[in-house]
């Protein structure tokens, strides 16, 4: 091999035809590294078994690709991973080079490779690196070359700043490869940077996503590769404080909910984190399980069970296969996680190789018991909420009727507390996302199909009356001055109904609904008067025996798609029959009160273009 095979093939990885060229810089990395284990067995240096000459073509190989530009074009993405699967067999192979260039220009084909648009060669990269610097900057008493370390990182750092999408995401990743030697006296800086990278930024969320997810990986990949100590020096290893910051990052990655035109790109950011949070527990189990306090366990599990609840499959599935290995893991069990024994009743140990996360019917069946444990009930509940209100007919039916089935056990038990936590639950939902049409749309028809099927009944009870006054004030303060009409017609059914409920609350939301009969749009308008009219058959104690038959008549009978100056006189008359004040705008100019005005001149007021902006 090393006397005629390897001759016979260093040629050929400089020759002009392109998967000769490949094939044999592969075969040549291949050959040298077996011709090293061979050499290490019988104690023969490379440079005994190969010859000066081969040695010295091996290492010109990369320069006289560069210098031919070779690694242009589409036959460039098929040389760089060739070329840095070399460099990572050639640094394998302890293989020492004649020439000190030959390093350096190693590092930069590395560097260049790292910045590819291809992800499948930053990760080829990436691979190449870890060995790279293990062999050609580690000295003989296992410490970094100094000056090479500082350069380095520096460099490094300064590419996470880059606005170069791929530059991020190559060096970031490159983070995550370095071995303990590279980062020690860095660790900090290191760290600093990739939580930087973390952090979404207000413009352009979307296109660092990716970026995003891989500065997570990277810390969990420093975390395993340096290792926790409660009191070890910040710059060497992950101390107790370093370690409750990087668990701070990964709960506030598993919010990132970004979208742009690839869609759910924060689930990238989201799966990242779950890992993080996964490998970097795992860490901390084998040194000090007190590092994980109560809080931090509680914390991990909620994220984790929000996500195990949620409508994306993949998603779903990722978040389900770490919790189950959490509340499984022995030797030394995770501590301090809350209702552990519950968890694991609820999810045996079967479901870690059985379970099919992607079955909504199966997955929400056992997710909706933990409703019953007041510590976990928040977070599943924000992610049924998503699934029950989203797009997908089986999720929404699914999570729908586990969100059914717990109320009901609730209501026939007369378990009035709970009823009440699940109910103030549900505010402070809708009070943490105002104005987050994520999660307030699916909050909106999840609330339309409770109060349906008669689930939030009990809030006409003794001490309901806040919280159907809380639901009206937050719904209200939702669609409040916007343009959607969309957003406006899903609110219309919750207003709808809350007026079961008899008070002020019933009051406020009638008023509510007389008012959005003379919305500008027309569309609006139809699906207020459909909606109250519903209402009026379903709950009887709304209006009066005299006055229901007309007040249905008119809500049937009248053209709602009119303009407004044509129905507002239909409307007045609705107002004095229901007994409700006829509504008046505010003169903002002048401090007064005048009758409500004409939007004819609104060009929104028009038929024609509601059917252009909200394509009815």
Known sequence: MAKQVLPTILPLTVGWDLNTRHGSILCAAELTHALYCYGAENNRSLLDILGSSCVEELENIIPKLTEAKLFRGQGGELMRPAVCHFIEKMSLSKFECFNVETVVTWRNTIDDNLNHLQRSIQEKAVGALRHFTTHFYQTKDGRAVPDIQESLITVYIEKLKHPSQTMREGFTLAFGALPKFMLDGYLLKVIDSLLQVTEIPEKDAGKFAQSRADALHSLANIAETVGVQREGVGNCVINESTMARLYQCCFKAMKDYTIDSRGDVGSWSRKAAMTCLLKLTLVVTKTDTELLSKETCSQMMCCLLKQCSEKIDHTRAHAGEIMLKLIHKQNPAIPNI?????????????????????????VFRKISKLLEIRCYQYAVLSGIILSAGGLSECLIRQAGVSLENFLGRLSATRQDEALMNFAENLVKLFREFQKNDRVIIPLFKVLDHLFSIGSLNFLANEGGESISEALFDLTQNEIARIPDARKIIVSINVFSGLLQFPGKTRRRSLQRLLILLCHKYPRVRKATADSLYTALITYDDIASDESVEEVLDILSETLWEETVDQIRPQRNILCDLLGVPK???????????????????????SYKDLVSRVDY
């Open 583 to 605: 509504p008046v705008l505010k003169n903002t100019a002048k401090g007064k009160a005048k009758p409500e005005t004409s939007a004819a001149q609104d060009p929104l007021s």
């Open 338 to 362: 809350p209702e552990h024994k519950i968890l694991c009743d609820v999810f045996p140990r079967e479901d870690c190789e059985n379970l099919n996360w992607g079955a909504a019917a199966e």
